[in-house]
C-alpha cells in the first residue's frame, strides 16, 4: 500500500532492517565491505521505487532481494566475485536460488543469530580493539560515522579511516563468517561486550539527532547481549553486562515526559520503572556474582545500577555505597569519563565541593576536551553550591556542544533555571 510519505517511512524501515540486511550479505559474499555497498545500492534503489509504487508489504524481504539480485550480478562479473560464486555454491548450494523468507532461514549460523555471527566477524583479532568495535557499531548498531567518533571521544576523520582499514583488512584475510568457540570465543568477547555496551549507550541518550532515546537501539543491544551470555555461561563480564543494560532499559518509559522533554534520573517517577526488567538485571547480576573472582567494568557498573534500581525514591539512593563501586571501577577500568561519574557520585554522598575537586583535577583531559557531560556536571555541582550565574554558564556551554537537540533543550532550560534563582557565590 503506497505511504503517504515514504522517505519517512524508507527511513524507519532502514533503520530496522539495515543490520540484518548488512549480516545476510556479509554471510553470502564473505565480504563486510561489499555487504554493507549492496545494502546501500537496495536502499538507493528503495529509494527511486517505493515513492512511486508504495512500500512493500515485507520492506525488508524486498530489501534483501534487491540486494542479493545485485550480489548474484556482481558474482557473475569478474575473476575474484565468480571466485567467491563458486566458494560460496559449494557452502550454500541452492540458497541463492531461495526467496527473502527462506533465504533468511537458511542463512541462520548455528547459535541461530546470523547478526551474532556478523559481530565475532567483526571482532576478528586481526583487527585492533578500536577497530572492532567501530565497525561492530557501524554495520550492527547502524551508528554514523559521527556518532562513532562521538561514543569514542575522537575525531570523525580517526574514525572513518579505521572502518575503512578494518573492512579491507576482514576482505583481504578471507574470515570465515562463523561464531568461534572454546579459547577463540574469549579473545573476541571483550571487544563484543564493548560494541553492545555502546550500541545500548547510543540508544538509551542518543548522541545526536533529534530523538533522546533510540529505542531500537536498545532492544537490539539486549537481545544480542541475552544471546551472547547464553552462550558464554561461564563469563561473569557478559553477565554483568546484561545486568547493567537490563537495568538501565527498565527507566526507560520514565526517561521522557509527555511532551517528549528528557527527565533525569533523581527526576523521574520510579513506578513506571519496569520491575520485570530489573528482576531480570539483579537476577544477572547475582549469577555474575556467584563465578569466581572479582566483579569487572560491567560487573560493578551493574552493581551502581541495582543501587538506583533497589531505591524506592531518589531521596533513599545509597550515594556513599556508589562512590565506593566508583572508586573500585575506576581501578578496574580507569578512564576519564569513569572519574566524570566518580564525581557525580561524590557531590551526591558528600557535597558539591568534593565532586568540583575532581572536576578541577580531570578538567584539562584530552578525552574531555569538548566532551558536553563535563561542563553540565560542574554546572549541576555549582547549582547546589547556589552559584547560579556560573552554573547557568556552564550549562549554557555544555548546550554549545552537545549535538542532540532535546538535551540542548534540557541544558539551556536548566541555564535559564540558574539565571532565575539567586547568587550566592
Excluded at 534487491?66 to 560460496?88: H, S, V, Y
Excluded at 582499514?165 to 563468517?177: C, G, I, N, Q, S
Excluded at 560491567?298 to 556508589?322: L, N
Aim: charged letters at 25%; one cysteine or more.
Amino acid at each position: 500500500m503506497p505511504s503517504s510519505d515514504p522517505r519517512r517511512a524508507i527511513e524507519a524501515v532502514w533503520r530496522i532492517e539495515s543490520a540484518r540486511l548488512v549480516a545476510g550479505l556479509a554471510r553470502m559474499v564473505r565480504d563486510v565491505g561489499l555487504a554493507e555497498d549492496l545494502a546501500q545500492d537496495a536502499l538507493v534503489a528503495a529509494l527511486e521505487s517505493w515513492p512511486r509504487s508504495g512500500v512493500p508489504d515485507n520492506p525488508g524481504a524486498w530489501l534483501m532481494a534487491t540486494a542479493k539480485n545485485r550480489a548474484i550480478d556482481l558474482m557473475r562479473r569478474g575473476a575474484r566475485l565468480e571466485r567467491k560464486q563458486e566458494e560460496l555454491a559449494r557452502e550454500v548450494g541452492i540458497r541463492l536460488a531461495l526467496d527473502g523468507a527462506e533465504l533468511e532461514a537458511a542463512l541462520d549460523d548455528e547459535v541461530g543469530d546470523e547478526l551474532l555471527g556478523l559481530m565475532f566477524v567483526c571482532c576478528h583479532p586481526l583487527l585492533s580493539r578500536q577497530a572492532r568495535v567501530a565497525l561492530t557499531l557501524r554495520l550492527l548498531g547502524g551508528l554514523s560515522t559521527a556518532e562513532i567518533a562521538r561514543a569514542f571521544l575522537v575525531a570523525e576523520p580517526t574514525i572513518a579511516q579505521r572502518l575503512v582499514r578494518a573492512k579491507r583488512t576482514l576482505r583481504d584475510a578471507r574470515v570465515p563468517f562463523e561464531v568461534p568457540r572454546g579459547d577463540e570465543l574469549a579473545a573476541r568477547l571483550p571487544a563484543v561486550l564493548e560494541a553492545i555496551y555502546l550500541v545500548f549507550n547510543e540508544g538509551y541518550a542518543a548522541s545526536a539527532g533529534e530523538d533522546w532515546i533510540r529505542p531500537a537501539l536498545c532492544e537490539e543491544a539486549l537481545r544480542l547481549g541475552r544471546i551472547l551470555a547464553a552462550l558464554a555461561p561461564a563469563e561473569p563480564e557478559a553477565h554483568g553486562l546484561i545486568a547493567l543494560l537490563e537495568i538501565q532499559a527498565s527507566r526507560a518509559a520514565a526517561r521522557l515526559a509527555p511532551d517528549g522533554q528528557p527527565v533525569l534520573l533523581l527526576d523521574q517517577d520510579r513506578n513506571r520503572w519496569d520491575p520485570l526488567l530489573i528482576g531480570r538485571g539483579l537476577a544477572a547480576l547475582k549469577r555474575a556474582e556467584a563465578l569466581p573472582g572479582p566483579l569487572g567494568p560491567y560487573g560493578v557498573q551493574a552493581a551502581i545500577a541495582a543501587c538506583h534500581a533497589r531505591a524506592r525514591e531518589a531521596a533513599e539512593t545509597d550515594w556513599v555505597r556508589i562512590a565506593a563501586l566508583y572508586d573500585a571501577l575506576a581501578q578496574v577500568a580507569p578512564s576519564p569519563v569513569v572519574e566524570l561519574n566518580r564525581a557525580v557520585a561524590l557531590t551526591m554522598a558528600f557535597g558539591p565541593e568534593a565532586g568540583l575537586e575532581l572536576l578541577d583535577r580531570i578538567a584539562a583531559e584530552p578525552a574531555l576536551a569538548g566532551y558536553h557531560l563535563l561542563p553540565s556536571v560542574r554546572g549541576d555541582a555549582l547549582a547546589r553550591l547556589g552559584r547560579g550565574a556560573e552554573a547557568a554558564a556552564e550549562f549554557r556551554r555544555a548546550a554549545e556542544l552537545t549535538a542532540n537537540a532535546r538535551e540542548r533543550e534540557l541544558l539551556l532550560r536548566r541555564a535559564t533555571e540558574c539565571d532565575r534563582g539567586p547568587d550566592l557565590g
